[in-house]
């Protein structure tokens, strides 16, 4: 079984559709990242939690370090959010390395 | 967007050249990591680097060889290259102080396919 479980694997939605990617994860962390992978593209950070809750834009992060939960949401979706999403943890020990998920693969259409 | 440049963005070539890819920062972060990322899995560390000459061996490592010289330059090599190791190789980096309890920057990834 892996650390980091990702869910939905694949996820179509309509434009302007609320969209919720979840993560869970078995091991302590100290941190949790979420990135962005658009098709034949770099990997972009978007967040980096540690509790609660960050908002950027379109974009909402929350995260309950009790549960080892952290979902990734995204309001009004939109095309251009059609990406993969990756949810990635630092080790509450070991702070060198990120233990990724295997995505989230997400198309929005018009 | 962080200074990270991977070169070459493509390669294809045959098994048993040797083969190195490079990854260049302009942030001076001390951390420089390569990964790969393969259809199936999440992306996985090969080896990584905690400063010059500095280097340590990540769950994925046989087959490849790392070095880095100056801080801003971090490479990778496959020695005799296989199918097997046909895959996409991000380069990553984190700050000087923080490692990844801070944010992480990725390059555009080099794409590598092994005849």
């Known amino acids: 079984k892996n650390e980091v479980e990702q869910s939905p694997q694949n996820l179509t939605a309509q434009e302007g559709e609320f969209i919720t990617i979840n993560c869970s994860y078995s091991v302590g962390i100290s941190a949790l990242h979420w990135l962005q992978q658009h098709p034949g593209g770099g990997i972009v950070s978007l967040f980096m939690?540690?509790?609660g809750k960050k908002k950027h834009g379109r974009l909402i992060a929350t995260i309950n370090i009790q549960e080892k939960h952290s979902s990734l949401h995204i309001t009004a979706s939109h095309p251009r959010d059609s990406a993969v999403y990756i949810c990635a943890v630092v080790g509450a020990y070991n702070t060198d390395k990120l233990i990724f998920g295997t995505g989230t693969r997400l198309q929005v259409f018009p | 967007d962080a200074g990270i440049t991977q070169s070459p963005r493509h390669k294809v070539t045959e098994t048993g050249t040797p083969v190195t890819l490079r990854c260049h920062q302009t942030?001076?972060?001390?951390?420089m990591y390569w990964y790969r990322q393969d259809p199936g899995h999440g992306l996985r560390l090969i080896h990584y680097s905690y400063g010059v000459k500095d280097t340590d061996k990540g769950e994925v490592s046989d087959g490849y060889s790392v070095s880095r010289s100056k801080t801003e330059d971090f490479l990778l090599t496959l020695e005799s290259a296989t199918s097997s190791q046909t895959s996409v190789y991000f380069c990553?980096?984190?700050?000087?102080?923080?490692?990844?309890?801070?944010?992480?920057?990725f390059g555009q990834g080099t794409r590598l396919t092994v005849v």
């Open positions: 990553a980096i984190s700050e000087s102080q923080g490692r990844f309890g801070t944010e992480a920057f």
């Open positions: 939690l540690s509790s």
């Open positions: 942030e001076n972060h001390r951390y």
